[in-house]
């Protein structure tokens, strides 16, 4: 009987074969899942487990007379082929899949899989001689790793990370935005798992030692006997198996202990460490939460009754430490709670995380978000609602987000809508076309009369088609959606800010060039002894026609060097090398010449540069940032380059890239130069520009008294030297502070002014933003921090 067993056909071995080349070609569609790194390592580990578990029940079963150490021998083989054929198909791979990121070498592979493998090996073996009859062993096995997976899943549940570290699967050490790499923790995590396998192998070996025959009908075993270095071994792969799953994973009790100051208002509890964060911070992130709740809540026309936790990080740094989310905040809907990352008021992504949790109540799912049988979640759905409901967090450039999603179609995007409604569809995608597309997707449906109700129902089922009427109501709709972007007017510089911005691709997808990068390395050594001409030598011996990316890296490395003149004509040459679909970037890119050539003390090149930059279609900010270097620099031209005053302006514009030590005296400097009797001979465009930068930097600073004072000056003398631009500039920069001062109802009143007189949808959200914060820090101090923390900071 034992024999018949023994010859029986074995299936599951070349399966696990065939899993594993699958799984490796199938990941070959990401440069960063198909190439050898921690990513691959864990999905292998995860998806191979259980067939190298099974395959090892199934020999095991067979009982073979062999003996257990033979048994694991030959299971060894079937890992070396496997664990072989993967590597060389994922090597073959990589010579044309270059990931960004992510440690891309074999041994994070090797580590991640390996130790997994091999416990999983002798494990399948003590289960199959132990039940003996295969379809028992095999049926309990399935039971078993059904159970586990089961019991995995409810943990994660309970206790949601970006961090997962199993012996018998891998160790995911966080969110994949920058790659993975493999924590100091996993070492000796890795450790206990060979000291695992080391004790199983005893073990077998002593339970199940080779059977000799003498004759037909003589039978000898050798005698059973077990290594006393067994229990030790066991004991200290135990101690290093448990010390380091809890640094690999962090439990919810170790987070509860470290942030236990706490604060609530209403509905809303914010968690932070006192030990990295003050109770100023918290109180502020409080407000801020408060704030957004009630936004939300008359948005949404949610009861929002339930009690929602805000753990707040001091930095990205202690955010991953706890949760693995190394580069993102995030929301667990089902759990009532957000991370986020940095006491910051206005926070960039408060907003966005609240409107997950808030919006749980519209759906009963396991994870209170759209999904498919509680399971296949629907992103676009999601993502899409959170943008859509916060347009002050969502305006970039000068764009609304229909205004970003329309630049993007007309860029030529590679990006349908319909592809944004599945899970896989969304995630393969870049975040930031994603993201953008979903949310204009969804503030459009939100427009209509019953739109809200429409969204909402889509929100609860998590199908939009049941929700539009039907799969061809939704496929008319989306295309109709699709076309009315592409038809959409835009400002002249909306495609420019979208080719800058959506150009990226998915890190799934984003390729990049090693011996580009190895090369930048050497150019960045070369530079750095002294010699441009070797530098561009060994540059064109890779490029014969220097790309942008390799100019303007010679243009960093200069100036860093303090060597302005070179480093212009780089800046310059890297500009020229942009396509001409790259129009924001290159307006960019000749303010930074312009900038390097003022350094070097070009003033007839300076000018040129700024005026292409002036020339060029970019967004309100960037262009008043033109403008204001064009009559600078065009004041000093007109007067034979003796123009003391624009001097200093531009001196201090450009104090961080000249290296000066202590801006807070070139401001003061900069004041003096207005009083002095060389500055009433400047024109009164330059002394207007000149006096608002000193007062926009004033409120900036934090000195609210002297910036409302130089605010004040302007507005009642220089309305008629300063363009209309800047001027409303003056009106808002008064009005902010007044706010920032104390003077709240002055400052409410300020922007209250703005928001009657301006057509733009744009300034109008800002200006009812910055209304709101206002009135609520008059209503009550405790919301003063709403205004911003220390009152610094841009506006």
Not at 368 to 389: C, D, F, H, R, Y
Not at 468 to 483: A, N, R, V, Y
Request: hydrophobic content about 45%; some cysteine; glycine content about 8%.
């Amino acid at each position: 009987m034992r024999s018949q067993r023994q010859n029986e056909l074995d299936l599951l071995n070349p399966l696990t074969l065939l899993v594993m080349v699958g799984l490796a070609l199938g990941l070959g569609f990401s440069p960063l899942l198909g190439t050898p790194g921690a990513e691959s390592a864990f999905i292998l580990g995860a998806v191979g487990a259980p067939f190298v578990f099974f395959g090892a029940v199934r020999r095991g079963v067979s009982q073979s007379e062999k003996g257990f150490v033979n048994d694991v021998i030959m299971q060894l083989m079937v890992l070396v082929v496997g664990l072989s054929l993967f590597a060389l198909i994922l090597w073959i791979q990589s010579f044309s899949l270059h990931a960004c990121v992510g440690e891309q070498t074999f041994v994070p592979l090797l580590l991640g899989t390996i130790p997994v493998f091999l416990l999983n090996t002798v494990l399948g073996l003590h289960f199959g001689r132990l039940f003996r009859h295969k379809w028992l062993a095999l049926a309990l096995a399935g039971a078993a790793w059904v159970g586990m997976t089961g019991f995995w899943f409810l943990q994660w549940h309970s206790e949601p990370s970006f961090r997962f570290a199993s012996q018998l699967l891998g160790i995911l050490s966080g969110d994949l935005f920058q790659g993975l790499q493999t924590p100091m923790a996993g070492y000796p995590y890795r450790l206990a798992t060979m000291g695992y396998v080391a004790a199983l192998v005893a073990l077998g070996t002593g339970l199940y030692p080779r059977v000799s025959r003498a004759s037909l009908s003589a039978i000898s075993q050798r005698q059973r006997r077990y290594p006393l270095w067994l229990i030790p071994v066991l004991l200290v792969s135990g101690w290093l198996d448990f010390s380091n799953q809890q640094k690999l994973v962090p439990s919810h009790q170790q987070l509860t202990e470290a942030y236990h100051f706490t604060m609530t208002k209403g509905a809303i509890t914010v968690h932070a460490n006192p030990n990295h964060l003050n109770a100023d911070k918290v109180a502020a992130i409080l407000a801020e939460a408060t704030l957004w709740h009630e936004r939300i809540k008359a948005r949404l026309q949610l009861e929002a009754t339930t009690p929602i936790h805000v753990w707040l990080h001091a930095n990205d740094k202690e955010r991953g430490r706890w949760t693995g989310a190394h580069h993102v905040d995030f929301a667990l809907p089902w759990r009532g709670e957000l991370h986020i990352a940095e006491a910051l008021i206005p926070h960039n992504s408060l907003g966005h995380e609240l409107v997950h949790v808030m919006a749980a109540e519209l759906n009963d799912s396991l994870f209170a978000v759209p999904s498919q049988m509680g399971i296949w979640v629907n992103p676009g759905l999601t993502e899409g609602l959170a943008m859509a409901i916060t347009p002050e967090l969502t305006s970039r450039n000068g764009l609304l987000l229909e205004e970003q999603a329309a630049a993007m179609m007309q860029t030529g995007t590679a990006i349908k809508s319909k592809d944004l409604l599945s899970f896989s569809g969304f995630w393969q995608q870049a975040p930031a076309r994603a993201y953008t597309l979903a949310g204009a997707l969804i503030h459009e449906l939100l427009r209509a009369d019953d739109g809200l109700e429409r969204v909402k129902e889509m929100y609860r089922s998590g199908d939009a088609a049941t929700a539009m009427g039907g799969k061809s109501q939704l496929k008319e709709h989306l295309q109709s959606f699709e076309k009315a972007l592409r038809r959409q007017k835009l400002p002249n510089y909306a495609l420019g800010v979208a080719y800058q911005r959506f150009s990226r691709e998915s890190i799934l997808k984003e390729t990049c060039d090693p011996d580009q990068m190895a090369r930048a390395k050497d150019i960045r050594k070369t530079l750095s002894s002294g010699s441009l001409a070797d530098a561009k030598s060994l540059a064109r011996e890779y490029e014969p026609t220097l790309s942008q990316e390799t100019l303007l890296l010679f243009a960093r490395t200069l100036s860093r060097q303090k060597k302005w003149s070179a480093a212009t004509a780089e800046a310059v040459a890297s500009a020229n090398a942009l396509p001409d679909e790259a129009a924001f970037e290159k307006g960019r890119r000749w303010i930074y010449a312009g900038d390097l050539a003022w350094l070097a003390r070009d003033t007839e090149q300076a000018g040129i540069l700024w005026g292409r930059a002036l020339k060029a279609n970019l967004p309100p900010s960037w262009a008043r940032l033109a403008k204001a270097k064009n009559q600078l620099i065009q004041s000093i031209q007109a007067n034979a380059g003796i123009a003391s005053l624009a001097h200093h302006a531009l001196d201090y514009l450009l104090t961080p890239k000249n290296g000066k030590p202590d801006p807070g005296l070139s401001l003061a400097l900069l004041e003096r130069a207005l009083h002095e009797p060389t500055a009433a001979q400047a024109p009164r465009t330059v002394r207007a520009l000149v006096r608002y930068l000193v007062a926009r930097q004033f409120v900036q600073r934090g000195a609210a008294d002297e910036g409302v004072m130089q605010m004040l000056f302007l507005a009642e003398n220089h309305q008629q030297d300063l363009p209309r631009e800047f001027y409303q500039e003056v009106l808002k920069g008064l009005a902010e502070a007044h706010l920032r001062r104390g003077d709240y109802a002055l400052g409410v009143a300020g922007y209250e002014i703005l928001l009657e007189d301006e057509p733009e949808a744009l300034a109008r959200i800002a200006y009812r933003d910055r209304i709101q914060r206002g009135k609520r820090a008059l209503a009550n101090p405790a919301d003063q921090a709403l205004l911003g923390l220390n009152a610094k900071g841009g506006y």
